[in-house]
């Protein structure tokens, strides 16, 4: 890593305006563990480096993802590729309407023969779970993700039972215009880091992954580049990023803008600034620096806020939250530094 965390000059360009996107090939000094598993995932996911980069980050981040995208389009696919270059444990479940809670978390069941009772584990019980089509099920089978997401843990007849580490929850949604389908609670939808859309592919990347597939299957061919304690320590490590006290009020005054922007009903709560602090850290040291600038913080602010505001108007979709994030990113200053 470059720099010195415990510096108090660490350069920021107030000059220049943030970015917002970057080049599909990042940095030159990007992680190469990030770097290998982007070349690996993309085996698997043709043409959506982007995603799965900000992807990454969100796990570097130590947070969940939220995947709003039509079916078919590599969600699964996904998820499977990154859990097989971290080896880590991967469930999936299907959410209908009769999935039930238990089938989440758990469930104690009694033994009548030797009078005891054992607890038969949940499929959060692993390392990643993707949560597919998470707006198909139940309120109350949606709620039981809660304390999972947010506590690493889940609680059965009283008994808390801790969930193996790292845990991430990779969540998909249709579009709400799909049958079957209910918009997600306000309280649920603030426990994802990031909310993201693959999308359809490009022509190109769709005919060349028509022909992978012809002879194999090319998730076959991802390979291990670290496992799950080599995650856990650059987690530790992203966590020690240096965020000087300018970018801290300039996360804070991006998140105060949604309070007060009229095309803004519900602004972002201090959960989406910690949730924004933690993804640009995680995009600063990806890119190969110990310290936070400007762009790190734009570079993933539409990502972290787009799906924690609610606007005016009838039903209004993530285009126009886009829109509005972008708005409030243009008209908030830019930090100055000594």
């Given amino acids: 890593m470059k720099g010195n965390q415990n510096s108090m000059s660490h350069p920021v360009n107030a ?81 209908t309407p009769d999935v039930l809670p238990t089938d989440v978390v758990g469930f104690t069941m009694y033994h009548k023969e030797s009078n005891t009772f054992s607890f038969k584990k949940g499929a959060a019980f692993c390392n990643l779970l993707l949560a597919d089509e998470i707006n198909r099920t139940s309120s109350k089978t949606q709620s039981a993700l809660l304390e999972l997401m947010e506590e690493g843990s889940v609680t059965v007849d009283g008994v808390t039972h801790a969930l193996p580490a790292p845990h991430i929850v990779i969540a998909t949604q249709n579009p709400i215009t799909c049958v079957g389908t209910q918009k997600l609670p306000e309280s649920q939808l603030d426990r994802f880091l990031v909310r993201l859309s693959i999308g359809y592919p490009k022509e190109q990347d769709e005919v060349d992954m028509l022909k992978a597939r012809q002879t194999a299957d090319p998730l076959k061919s991802v390979r291990q580049v670290a496992d799950a304690a080599v995650l856990l320590q650059l987690r530790r490590e992203t966590e020690q990023i240096y965020v000087s006290e300018t970018l801290y009020q300039y996360i804070v005054s991006l998140t105060n803008a949604t309070r007060s922007h009229p095309a803004i009903r519900l602004g972002v709560s201090p959960r989406g600034s910690l949730a924004l602090m933690q993804m640009a850290k995680a995009s600063a040291y990806a890119e190969g620096r110990d310290y936070l600038l400007p762009d790190d913080i734009a570079y993933v602010c539409p990502d972290v806020f787009c799906h924690r505001i609610l606007l005016h108007g009838a039903n209004p979709g993530a285009e126009e939250a886009q829109a509005v994030i972008q708005e409030i990113l243009a008209s908030t200053p830019l930090p100055w530094t000594d």
Avoid: W
């Fill in 15 to 95: 000059k220049s305006a943030v970015r917002t996107e970057r080049s599909s090939n990042h940095s030159p000094s990007l992680h190469p563990v990030l770097q290998e598993m982007l070349r690996e995932i993309e085996k698997a996911v043709n043409g959506k480096r982007e995603v799965i980069y900000k992807v990454l980050l969100a796990i570097l981040a130590g947070g969940h993802i939220l995947l709003e995208d039509m079916p078919g389009v590599g969600k699964t696919t996904l998820a499977l590729a990154i859990s097989k270059t971290l080896a880590l444990s991967c469930k999936r479940i299907q959410f």
